[in-house]
């Protein structure tokens, strides 16, 4: 149903499975559960599993054919690196080495929680999961399944989030089933997750510490610990990302052409009133506060909630583009929020959605 460029190769080399959903306590995840998906992994195989931002896709990281086969799954370019989760301290070692002293700071602070560290890669973490880069990104989650999972298996997973390419990420076990079914061998299903948008990316391994993606741990969060630390703009500038491998410019994206929509709320609601008008099925993120304006348009709508709840709007976000995409839109209407806090991560999210266009009131 989703349909998915592969090579002829690919195709052929893409094992076929049956997915079983595992439906598991999210706050005491029951062990026995737990030790059949640990099995999987140490056996090479394929486990998505909550965290507490999206969903990810697990793969034993030690385990050069279990990583490709992450690729594979995902329809992933295999020059586009993944995350490494841990469970302890103890365990970052396995993962990186030259580790610095502020990445200890870091971790005391916001471990286990949404927040990754790029550092020197260890030996024995397979190059696959780096992209062959020597540097790797590395975080301990703090859901409860993701860390028993991590504990029971332990071994360092490999996990990027457990939608198809360029697709918005997880945020339920649905949307998992949704983009792969048949592509994974486990799908623990614990409900839906507490973020909804991924773990900030901070590069340890430059002399100055620069946040290659906002996310679930804030800037301004970081700031306290790293006053100079700074946020590069890869997606709005193609040549840079070369340096941090697939920060492409289309992500996270519903299928619908995405447009977002910036500047003062009145002047900007009337842009997009007009523009639903031109269109024969347009879709509107729509905030609470905007509530009437769409009426007898016939635009489809999906609430992100308050405008002035984040922690809200980044829990909808990405459930509500693939509710729109399932009303079979053909453009989707959103206003930009304000770039504080989580609103940051979430105008990525919806920059990269929109493939960097932005439309504004003046
Ligand atoms: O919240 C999250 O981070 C989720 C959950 C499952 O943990 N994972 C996730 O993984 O979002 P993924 O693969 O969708 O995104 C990983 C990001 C990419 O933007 C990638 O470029 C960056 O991390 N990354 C990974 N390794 C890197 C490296 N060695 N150097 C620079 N960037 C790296
Ligand atoms: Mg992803």
Redesign the pocket.
Known sequence: QHALAMTPEQVTSRSIMQTQLIKINPAHPESDLIQIAAQKILDGGLVAFP????????ANALDGDAVSRIFTAKG?PSS????V?IHSLDQLNQVAIEIPDLAYRLAEKFWSG?L?L?LQ?NESITPA???G?N???V?M?SHPI?LALLRSANVPIA?????LFSRP?PTTAQHVLEDLNDRVDIILDGGRVN?G???T?L?L?QSISVV??P??TSLEALRQVIPNCVVRNTYLNAEESA?????LIKHYSPRAKVLLFDGERESVLRLMVDEARRHHRAGVLLFDEDGEEFDGLGVSVSRLGSESNLAEIANNLFSAMRDLDQKNVDVILVRGVKREGLGLAIWDRLLRAAEGNVIRDT
């Open positions: 965290t507490e931002t999206v969903y990810g896709l697990g992933r586009d690196p993944l995350i989760h949404p990754t790029v890669r999961v780096s992209a880069l540097t790797v990104a975080r989650p993701a996990a990027p989030s457990a939608n990420s973020i948008v991924e773990s990316v590069d391994t290659l993606r996310g679930g340096s941090s491998p697939g920060m």
